[in-house]
């Protein structure tokens, strides 16, 4: 595997991140260049269902020296609980994922519309709005509506929206079409890709029991995030036990949503090691290395 050699070992890894491309604040181009100036010598652009990012996100990686990682962080769901999946180096022409992300995110239009709607029964808080907070074609989601909240002085910032209005149970939530995280593993294997679980940890709508776990594991889970700001203590120390049970690879990352998060680049990072591993099991596609 002569492309493992080619990994930055001296430079942090951070494996999750988000452009405008889905609900980060940065152009793709843009998280990059913050990358090499975090000093980060590789990292995975992660949008939420949307490869969008890449292309942009290739370029400028290659003229600033950073390796990238190119990812997706899949919108799942077991029952009303969300849950995440990381996908690396998946191959973007696979139809069965390419599908599947565009069922995920007409769905979150037709949802972000309805949730609109509901709001706006009681705020002065419109369609337009919304849609000028995201860039054309991002992947819709309630980041965006907070951002117009914000913008018409409803909410001081986007935690603040997902506190109150935004919140599950705020009375206006509506859910999207998601697939089922079994699904989704299913779907990133069979686009060559390599599915680890984002943030298994985070408070909220918990629905991650070690037996849900063990069948993510038989589907073809590949790894876990455990490094990450929401993972509480408690649930690290389970999750390492769970890897190490099912020689996972372990990974972690900021999750940077530019200024929609606190998340800083680099705040939590992957050893090398554990990219290698990634990047031996990929299949869809390669690590874009810098000239
Ligand atoms: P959605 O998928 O549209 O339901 O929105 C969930 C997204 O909102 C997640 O991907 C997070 O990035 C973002 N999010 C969740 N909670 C917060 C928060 N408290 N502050 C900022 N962004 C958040
Ligand atoms: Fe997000
Ligand atoms: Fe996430
Ligand atoms: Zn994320």
Wanted: glycine share 10%.
């Amino acid at each position: 595997m002569p492309q493992t050699h080619r990994i930055d070992a001296e430079r942090p890894i951070d494996l999750h991140t988000h452009s405008t491309a889905s609900d980060g604040t940065e152009s793709p181009a843009e998280v990059v260049r913050q990358a090499a100036r975090a000093g980060l010598g590789t990292l995975a652009l992660t949008d939420h269902d949307t490869m969008d990012g890449w292309v942009p996100a290739r370029a400028t990686a290659r003229a600033v020296g950073v390796t990238l990682i190119p990812g997706i962080e899949f919108s799942t769901q077991i029952g009303p609980a969300s849950v995440h999946v990381l996908g690396y180096l998946i191959d973007p022409r696979d139809e069965p994922l390419r599908a599947e992300f565009d069922a995920v995110r007409t769905s979150r239009i037709t949802r972000a519309e309805r949730m609109v709607e509901l709001i706006g029964a009681d705020y002065p808080l419109t369609w337009d709005d919304v849609r000028a907070e995201a860039a054309d074609g991002a992947t819709l989601g309630r980041p965006h509506i907070a951002d117009a909240l914000v913008r018409k002085g409803l909410a001081t910032d986007r935690t603040a929206a997902f506190a109150s209005i935004l919140h599950w149970q705020g009375g206006y939530f509506v859910p999207h079409h998601a697939p089922s995280p079994l699904e989704a593993i299913r779907l990133i294997r069979g686009a060559g890709g390599v599915p680890v679980l984002a943030h298994p940890g985070s408070r909220g709508r918990r629905a991650m029991t070690p037996a849900t776990f063990e069948g993510l594991v038989e589907a073809g889970l590949a790894g876990v995030e455990i490094g990450h700001r929401e993972n509480s203590p408690r649930s690290r120390a389970l999750l390492a036990e769970l890897a190490a049970r099912y020689d996972l690879i372990v990974t972690g990352s900021s999750d940077y949503h530019g200024r929609g998060k606190p998340n800083r680049l680099g705040e939590n990072t992957t050893e090398p090691d554990q990219l290698i591993r990634i990047i031996d099991a990929a299949t869809g596609s390669e690590p874009v290395y810098p000239d």
